[in-house]
T-cell receptor
């Protein structure tokens, strides 16, 4: 069963505007971690932001924030003040708290920032 | 080293050839993961090591795929009798610990093209 769902294959945003990338997840664990990674055309996976399942406040890292709605099992990434360099693939991922826990990724969203 | 190092960066193999992909994780990182990423897709889990023990190999697509980490540091992913469908980027990641809130550091990947 798909554990991470990203329903937006592609998104466009005007430079300097904010954009929200959607992510929903499925788990029966109480302890889990949610992650967002950026993958530019060069291919490396760049860690952006982390949200723990027990964290009561939404995570923020500079221009990135995570809109965590636990009851709805959603972990949307918000990028404020978009820049041309934000154009990339963005992946949502989850690591569950059980042992032998690997990280599972969504299919990704390709973000294009327009000048 | 400071990051996760993968080699070679690119590999072209003739169908039927065996290949070996190397991953050198961050020193001291207990967990090591291999992922396969097809073009335009999210990374798909292949296998996971905790130190030298391979704890999960459920993602390996066939018995042509084999991974090892004999001394708990460097890992090798071997693909025997390569097929065209094996063409993908193979990503290695390491993590300091097994708990859910520990994220991964990814290598730059090996792009395998089977011709």
């Amino acid at each position: 069963a798909q554990k991470i769902t990203q329903t937006q294959p592609g998104m466009f945003v005007q430079e300097k505007e904010a954009v929200t990338l959607d992510c929903t997840y499925d788990t029966s664990d109480q302890s889990y971690g949610l992650f967002w990674y950026k993958q530019p055309s060069s291919g490396e996976m760049i860690f952006l932001i982390y949200q723990g399942s027990y964290d009561e406040q939404n995570a923020t890292e500079g221009r990135y924030s995570l809109n965590f709605q636990k009851a709805r099992k959603s972990a949307n990434l918000v990028i404020s003040a978009s820049q041309l360099g934000d154009s990339a693939m963005y992946f949502c991922a989850m690591r569950e708290g059980r042992s032998n826990n690997d990280m599972r990724f969504g299919a990704g969203t390709r973000l294009t920032v327009k000048p | 080293g400071a990051g996760v190092s993968q080699s070679p960066r690119y590999k072209v193999a003739k169908r039927g050839q065996d290949v070996a992909l190397r991953c050198d994780p961050i020193s001291g990182h207990v967990s090591l993961f291999w992922y396969q990423q097809a073009l335009g897709q999210g990374p798909e889990f292949l296998t996971y090591f905790q130190n030298e023990a391979q704890l999960d190999k459920s993602g390996l697509p066939s018995d042509r795929f084999f991974a090892e980490r004999p001394e708990g540091s460097v890992s090798t992913l071997k693909i025997q009798r390569t097929q065209q469908e094996d063409s993908a980027v193979y990503l290695c990641a390491s993590s300091l610990a097994v708990q859910a809130h520990y994220g991964y550091t990814f290598g730059s990947g090996t792009r395998l093209t089977v011709v």
